[in-house]
């Protein structure tokens, strides 16, 4: 629920912004509060298709939302945060990628960026950011990266930081591997190369439940 009662509270403030100032910049922030609401609402359903990811008129009526979801990635980035790192052979995890060609078979974790770099291959798989996800849905993400590695390509799992969403893929593809032999030491390989590296607690119950049901 933090994801959807921090959303849901920019919207507040986004509201009362909305009603103390003038009129122009008052709607922008009607705008955004309005964004914000339907963000709050997508993390309660566990709907990541509401953020338009891939219609370019849901990106323009999110606009506040996911222009601001980009703009905290640049500045993560030039904060000093490492794109990727290696976790073990052919398998990388990160954050948003740079823009041009990569030899890497990327998986995007990410609901709210837009695809930016020309992979060898690429699907998305979107989650919402700081939320949970159905195991069904993890279980699609992992089963992407160990067709890619079967077919011999170097897989990259990213979300926007390489902290959470990234990093609960990875977990399971480690295990499902043979990598590792259960989760705790795959999430300890992980942060042996990125040290904040770290899942929520929704989305690390769903990584327990899915190599459960394994």
Request: proline letters at 7%; charged letters at 15%.
């Amino acid at each position: 629920m933090k994801p959807v009662l921090a959303t849901a509270a920019v919207g507040l403030l986004d509201v009362w912004l909305y009603t103390a100032l003038p009129v122009v910049p008052g709607a922008f922030f009607g705008w955004a509060a309005l964004c914000c609401f339907w963000v709050a609402g997508a993390h309660a359903a566990d709907r990541p298709e509401w953020l338009a990811k891939d219609s370019r008129v849901g990106r323009v009526l999110l606009w506040p939302y996911l222009g601001g979801a980009r703009l905290v990635a640049r500045l993560a980035r030039l904060l000093g945060l490492r794109e990727r790192v290696e976790v073990a052979p052919g398998l990388w995890v990160g954050g948003w990628p740079s823009r041009g060609p990569s030899e890497l078979a990327h998986l995007d974790c990410t609901a709210e960026l837009p695809r930016r770099a020309a992979p060898a291959a690429y699907r998305c798989v979107p989650m919402l950011d700081g939320g949970t996800t159905s195991s069904a849905r993890l279980e699609e993400a992992v089963a992407q990266v160990l067709a890619w590695r079967a077919a011999g390509l170097p897989v990259l799992v990213h979300c926007a930081y390489g902290h959470g969403r990234s990093v609960a893929v990875m977990v399971v593809a480690l295990v499902r591997l043979g990598l590792a032999p259960d989760a705790e030491t795959a999430l300890a390989q992980v942060r042996a190369v990125r040290p904040r590296a770290r899942p929520t607690g929704s989305q690390w119950a769903v990584v327990q439940k899915t190599l459960t049901n394994c």
